[in-house]
């Protein structure tokens, strides 16, 4: 896929003062679907490969996560001018993929569906009361009541890929990472008004 992309692109580049009618269009869509495609692939490997990493025997630092999860997210955050902050964060027994995992998504969808009406923000807490819960916070366009269960579900998308870009497997991925440690994991919201993502790990 990724060959495809790049020489469409280099077509692209070095042809794209000839738009001869059709053909650059067909190049354009050439382009967008090896994309999509490429990003297909890698979210499909990503879900595949959540099962062949266990929970370490010690609890990790959950802060320590975050933070490669936020430093992933960099570009993200800084086209959108989204302000992300956290409380301090319970340590747990995961592994520290999984739980990057889990808030590089949740914060991820934190800021693509963010509203056109205000600034995005979003928060991120956890605490420890025998199980841990986490919980993402923001302030973007929420969810209805009757797509609260079906978001996480493999390929399951409330948008066009023209509306907003994506495979619908992140949250897939993110109930997958959950289920391993026989956890789970619920969306609370308010349409037009914001979405809190919860996950709960019984370590
Ligand atoms: P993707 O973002 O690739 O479509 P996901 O599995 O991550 O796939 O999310 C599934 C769907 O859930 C999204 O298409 C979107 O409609 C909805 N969704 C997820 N997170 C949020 C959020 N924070 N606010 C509003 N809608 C969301």
């Given amino acids: 896929m990724r060959t495809i992309k790049i ?4 077509l692209m580049l070095r ?3 000839r738009r001869d009618g059709e053909a650059f269009e067909f190049l354009d869509h050439l382009c967008t679907g090896a994309s999509r ?3 297909l692939v890698r979210d499909l490997l990503e879900y595949t490969q959540v099962t062949r990493i266990q929970a370490p025997a010690e609890p990790i630092d959950s802060n320590e996560a975050l933070a490669s999860a936020l430093d ?3 570009g993200a955050i800084t086209e959108s001018g989204a302000v992300v902050t956290a409380d301090p964060l319970p340590k747990v027994r995961m592994h520290n993929t999984h739980l990057r995992q889990l808030f590089q998504n949740l914060i991820g969808n934190a800021i693509k569906y963010r509203s056109p009406e205000r600034e995005p923000a979003v928060h991120v807490d956890g605490r420890r009361e025998g199980a841990c819960v986490f919980s993402v916070r923001d302030n973007g366009i929420g969810i209805g009541p009757e797509y609260r269960e079906l978001i996480f579900g493999l390929f399951k998308r409330l948008h066009t890929s023209d509306e907003y870009s994506g495979t619908g497997i992140g949250l897939a991925i993110c109930r997958r990472i959950v289920e391993q440690y026989h956890g789970r994991i619920w969306v609370e919201s ?3 008004s914001g979405s809190t993502f919860f996950f709960e790990i019984s370590d």
């Fill in 190 to 192: 308010e349409r037009g």
């Fill in 7 to 10: 020489y469409g692109e280099m």
């Fill in 15 to 17: 042809y794209g003062d």
């Fill in 37 to 39: 495609m490429e990003a």
């Fill in 72 to 74: 992933n997210l960099v």
